[in-house]
């Protein structure tokens, strides 16, 4: 599994089996990759909605790679 972040953007899971996300109020399976919103804006936490473009998040890049 590998764990991006994306140059002013979202942190991505990138893997290919099915992630399982748990928030407070539910859990979500997901097929990789899983976009998640680094911003603190997305309507639809913790996914990327793509706001950061609207709000013009800047955050730098960086990568994770795990065995």
């Known amino acids: 599994m590998k764990?991006?972040?994306i140059e002013n953007g979202?942190?991505?899971?990138?893997?290919?089996e099915q992630v399982?996300?748990?928030t407070a109020d539910s859990?979500?399976?997901k097929p990789g990759p899983?976009?998640?919103?680094?911003c603190?804006?997305?309507?639809?936490?913790?996914?990327?909605d793509g706001t950061h473009r609207k709000v013009q998040?800047?955050?730098p890049?960086?990568?994770l790679s795990c065995p």
């Open 3 to 5: 764990l991006k972040l």
């Open 10 to 16: 979202p942190i991505v899971l990138d893997t290919k």
């Open 20 to 22: 399982s996300i748990t």
């Open 27 to 29: 859990t979500e399976d």
């Open 34 to 38: 899983v976009f998640l919103c680094r």
């Open 40 to 48: 603190g804006q997305s309507l639809i936490k913790p996914f990327c």
């Open 57 to 59: 998040f800047e955050g």
């Open 61 to 63: 890049s960086a990568e």
